[in-house]
Nanobody, 128 residues
Framework: QVQLAESGGGLVQTGDSLRLSCAASARSFSSYAMSWFRQAPGKERDFVAA????????HYADSVKGRFTISRDNAKNMAYLQMNSRKPEEQAVYYC?????????????????????WGKGTLVKGSS
């Protein structure tokens, strides 16, 4: 069983930066690819970014490439999402998810239907 807890959400102005954190309880954290998804009110939960078990490979949604950066620290059982140049339409609940992976891939962890564990989410609200 893996428990995930997101933090770092809050009220952010358009264009500002914000870093989200995801703390994992698993002793085998380094066996999981980690992903971030987001869900705006009335919309589906969409993929944002993923990072492979070692951290060597990353994968991003086209809408966030060049602005968001996903990272992880296996020694601390932590994953992060650095968000820069945020846009107003990116107000959403942001979720981290864990995907048990045998290979060091990131692109295979972009489908919300295949995630093994989810956090409860952290709300990122925008203000202009």
């Amino acid at each position: 069983q893996v428990q995930l807890a997101e933090s770092g959400g809050g009220l952010v102005q358009t264009g500002d930066s914000l870093r989200l954190s995801c703390a994992a309880s698993a002793r085998s954290f380094s066996s999981y690819a980690m992903s971030w998804f987001r869900q705006a009110p009335g919309k589906e939960r969409d993929f944002v970014a993923a990072i492979s078990v070692s951290g060597s490979n990353t994968h991003y949604a086209d809408s966030v490439k060049g602005r968001f950066t996903i990272s992880r620290d296996n020694a601390k059982n932590m994953a992060y999402l650095q968000m820069n140049s945020r846009k107003p339409e990116e107000q959403a609940v942001y979720y981290c998810a864990a995907d048990l992976e045998e290979k060091d891939y990131a692109h295979t962890s972009s489908d919300r239907r295949t995630m093994d564990y989810w956090g409860k989410g952290t709300l990122v609200k925008g203000s202009s």
